[in-house]
């Protein structure tokens, strides 16, 4: 089975078909998705902020960051399945043939890999090793990455 | 001038019929004002969290204020500027819209929480800030503002769609319907 064949599955099975059908639960999924946008903003920002050296200066990397990891876990958990049945939703009409959502999907591979393994041991690791410069480029590559993920996911709403 | 008529006028307005035809100018504010929702509802919450004392319960309130102020507030003044934009591009269409006019009504009770916060319990910080666990006042005001920003998430999404349902242009429709979305109707009161 080739991907489109499985997005043709995915849009066209008796669930989504049923979901397509209301007028409501379409908007309503995406004002979720909305809503893990914000929380996921914050959640990362605040451990970012923080790495680029904006403020806190007095407060240890580990615990802003531990906390802002448990908030970022909820987001995703509200993103990931309010996604999935948003890109189910038109698979293989409109998802499949839209660039910005591969490049979606890629971006989020690499943020969460990032965000995940080279981010997470910075912020939890021993503070004394922590020079600006690392700080700043980390702090740099994970706004970037997931800003990517935040364009790339609007561009997807373009008429 | 009522507020419909001062729509009529805004709609007549040059700028407004541009911002309404533009081909990517309408969607570049309209990204704006949503992706603001990170910085903005993204820092609001965290703060919110912390009130409710549910995240960096070791951090001062008054810390975290001091640290987050600013980009809240840059977030705040981005939200109102393309949501301005936003109205300007389709005054009346807005006006009439039951969704843009709830939204309007919870930014309002947003607004209220946030002054009542600070005017009353704020206030004697001195005596709490540091807990990990907030009095139940701080914790209502940081719970009522994380429901008023989902609500209004929720409100904004749904502005598009209000034709689906109910529309002053499709008439009969309920009287509740043409009174809460302010519908002038043809031939009468």
């Given amino acids: 089975m080739s991907v489109f064949d499985f997005f043709k599955w995915l849009q066209y099975s008796s669930l989504l078909t049923a979901m397509r059908s209301s007028s409501w639960i379409f908007p309503v999924i995406a004002s979720f998705h909305l809503m893990g946008l ?18 806190m200066r007095q407060q240890p990397f580990a615990h802003i960051a531990r906390n802002a990891e448990r908030w970022m876990l909820v987001s995703l958990a509200i993103l990931l399945p309010t996604g999935i049945l948003q890109f189910m939703c038109f ?10 959502f591969w490049v979606k999907m890629a971006a989020l ?42 364009l790339a996911g609007r561009l997807i709403g373009f008429p | 001038m009522s507020l419909q008529h001062f729509c009529e ?26 992706l603001t929702l990170s910085l903005f509802v993204g ?10 004392g549910l995240t960096m319960q070791h951090v001062p309130v008054s810390e975290l ?21 936003l109205f300007y591009a389709a005054p009346l269409a807005r006006y009439h819209n039951i969704f843009f006019r709830a939204k309007m009504v919870t930014l309002a009770f947003a607004a209220v929480n ?37 609500l209004l998430i929720l409100l904004g999404r ?32």
């Fill in chain 1, 38 to 55: 914000a929380l996921l903003g914050g959640a990362v920002l605040l451990p970012d902020l923080h790495l680029l050296g904006v403020g």
């Fill in chain 1, 91 to 100: 698979a293989a009409t409109k998802y499949y043939y839209l660039i910005a």
């Fill in chain 1, 109 to 150: 591979l690499l943020a969460l890999l990032f965000t995940f393994t080279v981010r997470r041991r910075l912020l939890l690791g021993d503070e004394t090793g922590l020079g600006l410069v690392r700080r700043r480029i980390v702090a740099t590559v994970s706004l970037s990455l997931w800003g990517t993920v935040a």
């Fill in chain 2, 9 to 34: 006028w805004l709609a007549g307005t040059p700028g407004s019929t541009a911002l309404h035809e533009s081909l990517y100018l309408y969607l570049i504010v309209l990204s704006v004002h949503v």
């Fill in chain 2, 43 to 52: 820092t609001a919450a965290m703060l919110d969290l912390r009130l409710m």
């Fill in chain 2, 65 to 85: 204020m001091t640290w987050l102020f600013p980009w809240t507030a840059a977030g705040f003044v981005l939200m109102i500027a393309s949501g301005a934009l």
């Fill in chain 2, 114 to 150: 946030v002054g009542v916060f600070y005017r009353t319990i704020y206030r004697r910080r001195a005596e709490w800030e540091r807990n990990a666990i907030p009095p139940r006042r701080a914790r209502v005001a940081g719970g009522v503002a994380l429901g008023l920003w989902a």
């Fill in chain 2, 158 to 189: 749904m502005i598009p769609y209000q034709v689906y349902w109910f529309d002053c242009n499709t008439q009969p429709q309920p009287a509740i319907v043409n009174l809460l979305a302010g519908c002038a109707l043809v031939g009468g009161k």
